[in-house]
């Protein structure tokens, strides 16, 4: 889940091996669920800037050591090799040593922890949990005895945390309580992101069946793939027409949303014509459309 990148022939040098490894066209799906609770924070008049900031970043840092993890198991289970259709891996291509990667990993996680702290000042037990499994998963997304994206579970993994988890989770730190209208609001962000890992899975399929690497895409085929990419996309645009009806969106923003419609329906038709490396393109477009979507959602809550 990320953009192109250059070839492993190319020299890379270590920052920008760094950002690479990062994934950096995967970080909205950080920040958008971030925005949106926030949003409904706003709202509903208890925003705290500073728990805001440090949500902020340590969703980005659990982003962040998700993609490092990934990057190391994938390449130690051989999910990685020099066959993929996706952009260059860090690990793979050599421009790290396996051990750099795996540290990188435990860095970043231990940052995410030491962030962490103050949100469990300010949120206590119940963040303690969401925090701990969040990271768990983040690791065992791919790592662990029983990796999630390897059995078919990664698309519900992301659902859960970077939508109805992120948002609700932001929410419930800036008002110490979480509503039937910030679990709403939370599909649409955790739909149009697990659509960035249905699109990467189903560039994959090949090489994934090949790995053992059983993913949702690999258990379903191409063409229900592909009809889960449009019924997320679906679902996700009837949200804030719902959160109107329901008095929780502004009266003369709840449309502000539908703006992206036009991007998602010239997405959906790429992806239904298109497969292998050529997803590459509609990789980008799914994460880009999933940050625009998120922010003007926000917007239209805001009152």
Request: proline share 5%; charged share 10%.
């Amino acid at each position: 889940m990320a953009i192109p990148n250059p070839s492993a022939s190319q020299p890379v040098s270590g920052l920008r091996g760094w950002y690479l490894a990062a994934r950096p066209h995967t970080l909205p799906a950080a920040v958008a669920p971030v925005l949106v609770g926030t949003a409904l924070a706003v709202a509903a008049r208890h925003f705290q800037p500073l728990v805001f900031l440090a949500t902020l970043i340590c969703s980005l840092l659990i982003q962040i050591g998700t993609n490092f993890a990934n990057d190391y198991y994938d390449f130690r289970k051989g999910a990685d090799t020099s066959e993929r259709l996706g952009p260059t891996r860090v690990t793979q291509s050599g421009i790290f040593t396996p051990r750099q990667v795996l540290l990188a990993t435990g860095y970043t996680f231990s940052l995410a922890l030491v962030v962490g702290a103050y949100l469990v000042w300010v949120g206590g037990v119940p963040i303690v949990v969401v925090g701990i499994l969040s990271i768990l998963c983040g690791l065992g997304y791919t790592g662990g005895p029983y990796p999630l994206g390897y059995h078919g579970l990664g698309d519900l993994f992301v659902f859960i945390f970077f939508g109805l988890v992120a948002v609700t989770g932001t929410f419930y730190l800036q008002t110490g309580m979480v509503s039937f209208h910030t679990l709403l609001a939370s599909l649409p962000v955790g739909l149009l992101c697990t659509n960035l890992l249905v699109v990467n899975n189903l560039r994959d399929i090949d090489t994934d069946r090949a790995a053992g690497k059983r993913t949702l895409a690999v258990r379903i085929g191409r063409a229900a793939t592909r009809q889960q990419y449009v019924l997320f996309q679906l679902i996700s645009y009837t949200v804030p027409l719902t959160l109107w009806q329901l008095g929780a969106s502004w009266d003369y923003t709840f449309w502000l949303p539908l703006i992206t419609v036009p991007k998602a329906v010239k997405l959906a038709l790429y992806i239904s014509r298109n497969q292998d490396r050529a997803l590459n393109k509609a990789l980008k477009g799914a994460a880009d459309l999933h940050m625009r979507f998120g922010l003007l959602f926000a917007l239209s809550l805001l009152k």
